[in-house]
């Protein structure tokens, strides 16, 4: 075997990427980037029934998508292929003809099974230790209509890639007496095995299905989440950095720190706002020109171009301003909607939020002749001009603030008010005055 580090991610395509099988794919990713060694993608597609090129794709982009480029597999081939186990029946019925030929295969009814050595193996698993166990009876390596067990190929596989570390999913933890039973009947160096926990779903006790919210990597695409937050999000689900930082920027940065001391034992719980809480902070700390790129791939999107045709100083202007506000791409739109309409909505709730108290139409009277005549907003000296003229009328300045917010934008939220009336300009705060005032009359 070779002294380089070769991991593999081996799924079975099925139609959707779960986030358990990701974040496995991620571990093997970011410990091949760790060692400097391959990460080897192999397809186990040997129930044809599952396995269409559909199945297919959505792993690959799924892949490419969360940044985990493979050294071998699929489009970027090998010295190690076929990388699809549907194209290695050749190599399986070779390994057969060995284990006949040392007498650990027979037939029976029509399947071929496997002679088990009855001697108890030790599997020293990186995360869970040593785990010691007898597997008591034969089993199956190929079913009666000729195709091999998952077992028998995953093991020849294994062997074959020359594969050194085997991470997977703790789901497998059983399974691994199977398979060093064959790696010995093969007389094949022992990978080493490095299980890791399940990912529970954010209540109770089950381990995370497809059904639910948040389960499968398709919906993170769907909804525009940064890539990048949602890697870094998965690679804490059972890696411990040792670390005060929880927020990496680059999947290189993980992969730096990750090995195998930091992966717990116990079980992670998915956090469906934890993952929330990861992409905003990753959106805040982009820099400005990447978060206008996705801003402006986010509302052609939506089909929202429109929006595009004005000035770019302005929309970058913009996007700044709502660059800390953000907690996910697909809430931007309707979020900066306002900035590019002039026949924005007025909210309901913010409506009530706004004439809770006061009189906020008062308000926009008084503020109307202040814009008015302002040459140009300056958010720098906005906020005293506006306490200036309520100390003159006798009120709070807190009094102006979200009645202003509300004509100009028809919400009671969003980025700072200051900024947002000079990005708009004199003309349009007073044009906005004026409709908030006649509408909300
Ligand atoms: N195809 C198996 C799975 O998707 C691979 C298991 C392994 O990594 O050995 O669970």
């Not at 497809?210 to 870094?232: Q, W």
């Not at 003229?389 to 009094?399: K, M």
Request: aromatic share 12%; hydrophobic share 40%; net charge negative.
């Amino acid at each position: 075997m070779s002294d380089k580090v070769r991991v593999r991610f081996a799924p079975s395509p099925t139609g959707f990427f779960h986030i358990g099988s990701a974040r496995t794919a991620l571990f093997n990713w970011l410990y091949a980037r760790h060692t400097g060694g391959d990460f080897v993608l192999r397809i186990e597609d040997t129930d044809k029934e599952r396995n269409t090129k559909e199945a297919l794709d959505v792993l690959l982009e799924g892949m490419r998508w969360l940044g985990l480029d493979w050294d071998e597999g699929p489009e970027v081939g090998g010295k190690y292929g076929p990388y699809f186990q549907s194209k290695r029946g050749d190599i399986y019925l070779k390994f057969l003809e060995i284990l006949r030929a040392k007498g650990r295969a027979y037939d029976k009814d029509g399947a071929v099974f496997f002679k088990v050595s009855g001697q108890k193996q030790v599997l020293h698993d990186l995360v869970y230790g040593d785990v010691e166990r007898m597997e008591e009876k034969d089993f199956p390596i190929f079913r009666s209509d000729g195709s091999p067990v998952f077992h028998f190929v995953n093991v020849v596989d294994d062997i074959c890639m020359e594969i050194t570390n085997v991470i997977r999913g703790q789901d497998h933890l059983t399974n691994t007496n199977k398979h060093i039973e064959l790696f010995k009947a093969f007389e094949a160096p022992l990978p080493k095995f490095a299980h890791i926990p399940l990912i529970l779903k954010s209540v109770g006790q089950g381990k995370m299905s497809k059904r639910d919210r948040g389960a499968l990597i398709e919906e993170y695409r769907e909804r525009r989440f940064l890539p990048e937050a949602v890697v870094n999000y998965l690679s804490l689900l059972g890696w411990n950095p040792k670390h005060d930082r929880e927020i990496f920027s680059s999947p290189r940065d993980i992969a730096e720190l990750f090995d195998f001391g930091g992966i717990v034992k116990s079980n992670a719980r998915f956090d469906e706002r934890k993952m929330a809480h990861f992409n905003t902070e990753h959106i805040r700390a982009l820099p400005a020109d990447r978060f206008s790129k996705i801003c402006r791939e986010t509302l052609d999107a939506f089909g929202l171009a429109s929006y595009l045709n004005y000035p770019a100083e302005y929309s970058d202007k913009v996007f700044a301003l709502c660059q800390p506000k953000v907690s996910a791409m697909d809430s931007f739109p309707s979020m900066v909607e306002y900035f590019f309409n002039d026949n924005y909505a007025f909210d309901e709730g913010g409506r009530e939020r706004t004439f809770k108290k006061g009189d906020p139409l008062a308000r926009m009277s008084e503020m109307l002749p202040f814009f008015e005549s302002l040459e140009k907003v300056d958010a720098s000296l906005l906020h005293d001009q506006l306490a200036a003229l309520a100390e003159g009328n006798g009120i709070r300045p807190n009094d102006y603030f979200p009645a202003l917010r509300y004509a100009l934008s028809g919400q009671s939220g969003g980025p700072d008010l200051m900024s947002m009336a000079e990005a708009l300009g004199k003309d349009k705060c007073v044009e906005r005055l004026k409709r908030a005032l006649s509408e909300l009359k």
